[in-house]
């Protein structure tokens, strides 16, 4: 059994870890809520450039778009991993990774290439560890990234699409649906979608009393790097706001697991110095009666 001068050092250690773990949570609590507003911002701009797309959706037969190209058979694929450059967030990396290789791996057995992208240093990590190769690896990702790097990712994929050097690609990040609600998801990038038959429908009608300047078309043409764009924006700023809300939950129950050990050590030192007590009163006594 441990001395209660082990047991206190402990305690000590303990409180001090509980400090760190409690002030990352306040931070990661303070960060999460400024990254939700900037995805609740982005969101009305998102939506409406669907809006638009959907509008126009009826036009996606007339317009020779590169980025509407649907190849028959999928030969190489481009996939963006986002992960993040640090840890002490749950799961959150974890999840993303072994998405990510399963999703490689899928395709792989299908005999498609794949361009495996991973952004942040964990995920670069992880499969540099696992030796599986990497087509681009980031780690500029962080707290005031936007549409800048949105833009970056979104011209490269778009560039090697157009040229036929890619098939398809993914975005796989985690979602943010809200501050209790996210999940890893993949998302399809490229091609563009166009709407079903009865959005195409509703569309019709919608044209028609419309005017458009300068044309349908030409503002068509326009909007379809801003989706891929804003796909990209929206990929960021949840992976980012999702990784400070891991981070946040994963520093609550260190925090808490801390305060249960700190009553746990209490109780054991209490012990201790109470069994040290008892064990010199009868020392003590053992020594008064031999005396006598």
């Known amino acids: 059994m441990a001395s209660p001068r082990e047991i206190k050092k402990r305690i000590v250690s303990v409180k ?3 400090k760190i773990t409690r002030t990352m949570e306040m931070v990661s ?15 009305p701009y998102a939506r409406k450039i669907q809006e638009l797309i959907s509008s126009l959706s009826s036009l ?51 005999g498609v290439e794949v361009d495996l992208h991973m952004v942040g240093k964990k995920g670069i990590a992880f499969f540099r560890y696992l030796k599986v190769p990497m087509a681009g690896s980031y780690t500029h990702i ?11 990712f979104a011209d490269m994929v ?4 157009a040229k036929e050097e890619l098939d398809a690609v993914e975005i796989i990040s985690t979602v943010y649906k809200s501050s209790a609600h996210q999940y890893p998801e993949i998302t399809p990038v490229l091609p563009i979608r166009s709407t079903d ?20 078309q030409s503002i068509l043409e326009s909007l379809l790097p801003m989706v891929v764009k804003v796909s990209f924006q929206r990929a960021i700023l949840e992976a980012i706001c999702s990784e400070h809300i891991a981070r946040r939950i994963a520093m609550k129950s260190a925090t808490d697991a801390a305060g249960d050990m700190i009553k746990s050590l209490n109780r054991g030192y209490n012990r201790a110095r109470q069994s040290k007590i008892t064990q010199e009163i009868s020392e003590i006594v053992s020594g008064a009666n031999s005396i006598n």
Do not use: H, W
């Open 142 to 152: 962080d707290d005031k990234s936007g549409y800048k790097e949105a833009s970056e």
């Open 16 to 18: 001090n870890t509980r």
């Open 29 to 43: 609590t303070a960060k999460s809520k400024k990254a939700s507003n900037k995805v609740a911002a982005s969101q």
């Open 197 to 216: 038959a009865k959005k195409a429908d509703g569309a019709k009608a919608v044209n028609a009393s419309v005017i458009y300047e300068p044309n349908p």
């Open 60 to 110: 996606s037969q007339q317009v020779e778009s590169p980025y509407l190209r649907n190849p028959d058979k999928i030969r190489k694929v481009a996939i963006i991993a986002i992960t993040a450059n640090r840890g002490l967030c749950g799961g959150y990396n974890g999840n993303i990774n072994r998405m990510t290789l399963a999703r490689v791996r899928e395709l792989n057995s299908q």
């Open 158 to 161: 778009m560039s090697k699409f």
